[in-house]
């Protein structure tokens, strides 16, 4: 089956491109190819702003990047219902690593909506990440919440997304509103090969989330 994809299939095209994009349109710095061919249906897009020498900077100022993975599904959903279960993995190094920074008052800051999908997957009861992988049906929500994640970087979504979800689970309501009503002013560009939505917590926790839309 991959050898047929790769020699009749094409990636995903969005409806405001004006072409077909090669495939290394869809890698970002962090892909690797898999060893049986497989990967995600559509590209994990909100890595697109990071470039190698920028990562090789974020380390040298102090920043950690653990790795994890999970093959994103056709996301764009014609009903907008919810993500499809996908499969992930998060490494016995990056499970240690995300719990040092937290037992060290630091920030876990995911790197799209699927590095959260994929880190919230594969915590525990007590809270802590262990190394897992397989399937993941998880869905965040409000209600569910997120245990480990305290900010991410993503995209643009449409207002029926279930992407939205998440990231008011990280933010809250009121930061996402402010956040899209600047992404509208501002004419910022939406899905996959668009403008990048950063979402942090409040230092206080009394005082309400943050966002900022960077391109």
Do not use: K
């Not at 995903?12 to 061919?37: C, H, K, M, N, W």
């Not at 990440?129 to 919440?145: C, S, Y």
């Not at 910022?188 to 230092?203: I, K, Q």
């Amino acid at each position: 089956m991959p050898a047929m994809l790769r020699e009749h299939g094409r990636p995903i095209r969005y409806s405001y491109t004006e072409r077909d994009q090669p495939l290394s349109a869809y890698r970002t710095v962090f892909a690797l190819d898999s060893a049986d061919g497989s990967g995600s249906a559509e590209m994990p897009s909100a890595a697109r702003p990071f470039t190698a020498r920028m990562v090789a900077e974020l380390v040298s100022r102090g920043v950690q990047f653990a790795p994890v993975m999970l093959h994103t599904g056709v996301a764009s959903a014609e009903a907008h219902e919810p993500p499809y279960p996908e499969r992930f993995a998060v490494p016995e190094a990056s499970a240690r690593l995300i719990n040092a920074v937290r037992a060290g008052d630091g920030r876990v800051i995911a790197v799209g909506t699927t590095a959260v999908r994929a880190v919230e997957s594969a915590v525990g009861a007590d809270g802590a990440v262990r190394a897992r992988a397989g399937w993941t049906d998880l869905v965040i929500t409000p209600e569910r919440g997120v245990r480990v994640v305290d900010g991410l970087l993503t995209g643009l979504h449409e207002p029926e997304a279930s992407h939205l979800l998440m990231l008011e689970a990280v933010a809250g309501r009121a930061a996402i509103g402010r956040g899209y009503e600047e992404a509208l002013r501002g004419r910022y560009l939406w899905h996959e090969f668009g403008d990048v939505h950063l979402l942090l917590p409040a230092e206080d926790p009394h005082t309400e989330h943050r966002s900022c839309n960077v391109r």
